[in-house]
């Protein structure tokens, strides 16, 4: 495509830099230009004359995420980002931009990725604004995303592993719709355990549980001798106490809890593609 202005001055180089100015092209381009009209001085310096006119031009190739690109630097400006480069890579449904800022991803992300998901978010709705085919988007900071769910996947892992051992549900803490897909997808690899989601909004959050039948692996409730019981590892006595067995506990905040039951249906399969992300300083 050609982008063209045309610009005026009393003299050929006031026409030329005026037009230069208001193409506003980019270093790299190739810009050229044309005299239309040569100036003309007024009669006895009253009468008649006219400026000189100067068309400026260039051939750029057209980016239909350039209103993006522009959106999301005009948003690093406003975080004291003065620097920034943008890349996107994009197919039919997805759109991944990659964010490069140097040392200054600290304030695009944000706490635990909150900034970079309103940035993400925000973006979405520029792509899309106006767009009959609806895009996914993703945006990235270095390898932020990469180690997000690395993290994630070993947390799933983690926790299916007790629910596997000792048969009680373990609640996560809430997560986005892409954070949920990445346990969803990380319990279903795992034998004898399943995952659905509880609660709305922001409040949703994944519970790993048992699979219908199966039993966990340290054997649940056993009659113990003198009319007693074990549940995996309490131990009530003859004299009705009860006494720490083989399970440890940390009183210590964790990043789960234990649910008492099993919830509704899982929403892994409707979870949405994209969403919270950490870097690797």
Same mark, same amino acid.
């Given at each position: 495509?050609?982008?063209?202005?045309?610009?005026?001055?009393?003299?050929?180089?006031?026409?030329?830099?005026?037009?230069?100015?208001?193409?506003?092209?980019?270093?790299?381009?190739?810009?050229?230009?044309?005299?239309?009209?040569?100036?003309?001085?007024?009669?006895?310096?009253?009468?008649?004359?006219?400026?000189?006119?100067?068309?400026?031009?260039?051939?750029?190739?057209?980016?239909?995420?350039?209103?993006?690109?522009?959106?999301?630097?005009?948003?690093?400006?406003?975080?004291?980002?003065?620097?920034?480069?943008?890349?996107?890579?994009?197919?039919?449904?997805?759109?991944?931009?990659?964010?490069?800022?140097?040392?200054?991803?600290?304030?695009?992300?944000?706490?635990?990725?909150?900034?970079?998901?309103?940035?993400?978010?925000?973006?979405?709705?520029?792509?899309?604004?106006?767009?009959?085919?609806?895009?996914?988007?993703?945006?990235?900071?270095?390898?932020?995303?990469?180690?997000?769910?690395?993290?994630?996947?070993?947390?799933?892992?983690?926790?299916?592993?007790?629910?596997?051992?000792?048969?009680?549900?373990?609640?996560?803490?809430?997560?986005?719709?892409?954070?949920?897909?990445?346990?969803?997808?990380?319990?279903?690899?795992?034998?004898?355990?399943?995952?659905?989601?509880?609660?709305?909004?922001?409040?949703?959050?994944?519970?790993?549980?048992?699979?219908?039948?199966?039993?966990?692996?340290? !054997? $649940? @409730? &056993? *009659? #113990? %001798?003198? !009319? $007693? @019981? &074990? *549940? #995996? %590892?309490?131990?009530?006595?003859?004299? #009705? %106490?009860?006494?720490?067995?083989?399970?440890?506990?940390?009183?210590?905040?964790?990043?789960?809890?234990?649910?008492?039951?099993?919830?509704?249906?899982?929403?892994?399969?409707?979870?949405?593609?994209?969403?919270?992300?950490?870097?690797?300083?």
């Amino acid at each position: 495509m050609i982008k063209v202005v045309i610009g005026t001055g009393t003299t050929l180089e006031d026409a030329k830099e005026a037009a230069r100015k208001e193409l506003n092209a980019p270093e790299e381009a190739d810009v050229k230009y044309e005299v239309l009209e040569m100036p003309k001085s007024k009669i006895l310096g009253i009468f008649g004359g006219s400026p000189a006119k100067v068309k400026a031009f260039y051939e750029y190739e057209d980016d239909p995420f350039a209103k993006a690109k522009d959106y999301i630097l005009n948003i690093l400006k406003n975080l004291g980002i003065e620097e920034a480069e943008i890349s996107v890579e994009a197919d039919e449904e997805d759109v991944r931009i990659s964010i490069e800022c140097g040392d200054d991803y600290g304030s695009v992300i944000g706490r635990r990725g909150e900034t970079l998901d309103a940035i993400q978010y925000l973006t979405r709705l520029v792509i899309n604004r106006g767009s009959e085919e609806y895009k996914r988007v993703s945006i990235n900071v270095g390898n932020y995303r990469e180690k997000r769910e690395n993290t994630l996947r070993s947390l799933a892992r983690k926790n299916a592993a007790k629910v596997r051992k000792y048969g009680r549900n373990v609640v996560l803490e809430p997560m986005n719709p892409y954070e949920r897909r990445i346990i969803h997808t990380t319990v279903q690899e795992i034998e004898g355990v399943t995952s659905h989601s509880v609660g709305s909004d922001g409040d949703r959050k994944v519970v790993i549980t048992l699979e219908e039948g199966v039993k966990p692996t340290n !054997g $649940g @409730y &056993n *009659k #113990g %001798g003198r !009319g $007693g @019981y &074990n *549940k #995996g %590892g309490y131990n009530k006595g003859g004299r #009705g %106490g009860y006494n720490r067995g083989g399970r440890r506990y940390n009183d210590n905040k964790s990043d789960s809890s234990e649910a008492p039951s099993r919830a509704p249906r899982s929403d892994s399969a409707g979870a949405s593609l994209y969403g919270k992300i950490e870097i690797n300083k």
